[in-house]
C-alpha cells in the first residue's frame, strides 16, 4: 500500500474522481500522526460534490465543494499536509 499526499483541492477532486464510480480511500493523520480516520471519499464534477464515508462510524457526507471547509477536516488536513490517498 502507498501513500499520496493530498496537495490541494484541485488534486484532492482529481484522485477522489480516479476511481469511476467507486469510492476512493484516504487516511487523514490527526495529533501529529498520533491517530487516524479513514475516509472513503467520490467526487462528481457535474455535480462539483463530494460524497464522503466516514469509516470510524459509518456515516455518510454528501457535501458541496465550496462547504467542505465548513462541513469537514478535509480543507484543514490538505492545509496541514496531513491527507493522503490510499493507492495500490
Known amino acids: 500500500m502507498n501513500y499520496v499526499k ?7 477532486k482529481a484522485l477522489a474522481s ?3 464510480d467507486d ?10 500522526g498520533l491517530a487516524r480516520s479513514s475516509k472513503r471519499i467520490i467526487y462528481y464534477a457535474d ?7 466516514n469509516e470510524i ?3 455518510y457526507q454528501e457535501v458541496k465543494a465550496i462547504d467542505l471547509n465548513a462541513e ?6 490538505i492545509e496541514q499536509g496531513s491527507l493522503f ?4
Open 18 to 20: 480516479m476511481q469511476g
Open 85 to 88: 490517498a490510499v493507492v495500490d
Open 23 to 32: 469510492f476512493a480511500d484516504f487516511v487523514l493523520l490527526i495529533a501529529g
Open 6 to 12: 493530498v496537495e490541494n483541492m484541485d488534486h484532492l
Open 72 to 77: 469537514t477536516n478535509l480543507v484543514a488536513g
Open 57 to 59: 462510524d459509518d456515516s
Open 47 to 53: 455535480d462539483d460534490e463530494f460524497y464522503i464515508i
